[in-house]
């Protein structure tokens, strides 16, 4: 790649992650480095065990299985830690496309040091290709994007009860 862009994929619909590890196995099959950091998600997720098996590099976990807003002060400042840690670990990867997953929630939520990853984002080597998801995606992650995509929920199976599924939502 000659330069690479910056992708933000935000908003309150279904997607956004969907699309990320869509150009994530497209670079893969390209013959492409892909390393991912996964903030604020701990549970099993499909396309995770896939990817990773086709040699992307993948950073996730948090402390516990409790969504921020239920964790404790001590649970934040662990998961914190370790979101740090996660993306301190992946800069030190070489990476044609790095993704950072959920990194609008995480800045917005206080879960990563904002800096630091504002820097990752800012100062990005030439050729790496970057893409941020989240849902409110800071000023900053704006102005940055070369690519910006709003994805808007219209309608949801969970509204009628229907729960998360495998293969399809996780």
Known sequence: MAKGLIHLYWGDGKGKTTAAMGVAMRALAAGKKVVIVQFLKGQESGEITLLSQ???????GKAGHKFVFQMTEEEKAETRKVQDENLLAALQEPADLLVLDEACAAVQLKMVNED?????????????????TGRNPADWMREAADYCTEMHCWRHPYDKGIKAR???EF
């Open 54 to 60: 086709f040699g992307a590099k993948i950073y996730r």
């Open 116 to 132: 630091l990853l504002k820097k990752t984002v800012l100062e990005k080597p030439e050729e790496q290709e970057l893409i941020l």
């Open 166 to 168: 495998k293969g399809v």
